[in-house]
């Protein structure tokens, strides 16, 4: 049995792009991750189930997943920080040659225009820096056991960038003083009002971020970074 058989759709979304342009831009952004940001005055709670058609520009046929509200930024949040409403949705379910006929299709785009490709590698989002630094050993492993082995991690606050957002993180040690350089990407994001709407979760306003382009030299770095040896006590022994 599938999982989509076992999900009760509460919602039907249809997505139509405008365009190639925008098609690859949203692809680039969240769909090749797993998710999307559907822009709407009108998001969903987090943890609706939806039923989502996406329409490729130029196809009859639309392409259909099961997707999960994840997190919302309302209108008036977005409204305040200059944000675009709406609601980040993770895929728990597709076709199984969602993948294919996406990757497909950009590559049969990219021979009409292959500029556009050439273009988005060349001029990279903005991006910004944030120093993150971990009060004690305790705090640095338990968020390696929640997220950093995960690939990511999630910082706390009360003012969380965009979905989207390129950041290169540096991570200090809270006893070595080490620091290590990655660069990531918002994936998730808990407003103020997600975290007072639903405090029996007790969830806290900030961002989760997911590591991106890390080389094998960045791995064995955070590796080092998380497992620090300290001498043995020989009193212990």
Known sequence: ??????????????IHFKN?????????????????FIKTKEPFKPQTVLEIKLFLPGEKEPINAVGEVVHIIDPETAEER??????????V???ETMQGRLQKYIAKQAQKKPEIIKDRR?????????????PDLTTLL????RDISQGGIFIPTNDPKPVGTVINLTL????????????????????ETDAQIYKEKKLVPGMGI??????????????????????VDPTKE
């Open 210 to 231: 997911k590591f991106v382009n890390v080389s094998k030299e960045q791995q064995k770095k955070l590796e080092q970074f998380v497992f620090v040896e300290y001498p």
């Open 122 to 134: 060349r001029h990279p989002r903005t991006s910004i820096r944030i120093k993150v630094r971990f």
């Open 20 to 36: 190639y342009d925008q098609f690859f831009k949203e692809y680039s952004k969240d769909i090749s991750k797993g998710g999307l």
């Open 82 to 91: 200059g944000w675009e409403s709406g609601m980040g949705v993770q895929f």
């Open 172 to 191: 200090i040690h809270p006893e070595t003083e080490e620091e290590v350089e990655l660069e990531g990407e918002v994936v998730r994001v808990v407003s």
């Open 1 to 14: 049995m599938g999982r989509r058989e076992l999900l009760r759709i509460q919602a039907e979304v249809e």
């Open 142 to 145: 338990e968020n390696y056991a």
């Open 93 to 95: 379910d597709f076709e």
